[in-house]
């Protein structure tokens, strides 16, 4: 595609349930990053992949987090058990590599937790 | 800990006038510096940059102003127009330690006023 995309664009779901989300970016993009912004707060780092380096996970704020990418394209976030403080709009990312090239950020998905 | 602030959370300018967003960061490390801008529903699509070898960078309407000594860069907008209207936010990373992460701000919102 033209740009990074995010599924599903909103997601409501009940504390304690787990949830999916995910990003396809774009296409020859090496480096993929997941931020997350909660209401009135900026874009909070959560997770880094570049190629098939070990990703850097040192922004997930607990071990409920996890991400995957799949053949160094799709990637998928998902929450455990989740918690109403987890609602917020989740941020996918992309660039050729991962130093000075800029990120081209995807629409969000907006997940609410009730 | 918020390693780089906005601490305007709104800014109103008249169009046709200079719009200054501004934002301070406390990490001495960081080195590159980045401006993004966000329509609601949408991802942060990449404005304008400045490495910290420069003190100034200009495109069309947008200048960054980066002041090292103060821990300070601004984004000037001249002529403000309508479009303009988004919140803005300021980025910083640390390129000379490898692949680090983008560091946001909280976000300005700017209403440009015809």
């Known amino acids: 595609g033209a740009g990074v995309s995010q599924s599903p664009s909103n997601k409501v779901t009940e504390k304690g349930k787990d949830v999916e989300l995910r990003c396809d970016p774009i296409s020859g993009h090496t480096a993929l990053y997941w931020y997350r912004q909660s209401l009135g707060q900026g874009l909070e780092f959560l997770i880094y992949?570049?190629?098939?380096?070990?990703?850097?996970k040192s922004g997930l704020p607990s071990d409920r987090f996890s991400a995957e990418r799949t053949g160094g394209s799709v990637s998928t976030l998902t929450i455990q058990r989740t918690q109403q403080e987890d609602s917020a709009v989740y941020l996918c990312?992309?660039?050729?590599?991962?130093?000075?090239?800029?990120?081209?950020f995807g629409p969000g998905t907006r997940l609410l937790v009730l | 800990d918020q390693q780089v602030k906005q601490n305007s959370p709104s800014l109103s300018v008249q169009e046709g006038r200079i719009s200054i967003l501004n934002c301070d960061y406390t990490n001495s490390m960081f080195d590159y510096f980045l401006w993004y801008k966000k329509y609601p529903a949408e991802g942060p699509t990449f404005l304008i940059s400045i490495s910290s070898i420069k003190d100034k960078n200009e495109d069309g309407r947008f200048t960054v102003f980066l002041n090292k000594s103060a821990k300070h860069l601004s984004l000037h907008i001249v002529p403000s127009q309508p479009g303009d209207s988004a919140v803005y936010f300021c980025?910083?990373?640390?390129?000379?330690?490898?692949?680090?992460?983008?560091?946001f701000g909280k976000g300005t919102r700017l209403s440009v006023i015809a």
């Open positions: 990312a992309s660039s050729v590599a991962g130093g000075r090239e800029t990120q081209y």
């Open positions: 992949f570049q190629g098939n380096s070990a990703p850097d």
């Open positions: 980025a910083a990373r640390r390129l000379s330690s490898g692949n680090t992460p983008l560091v």
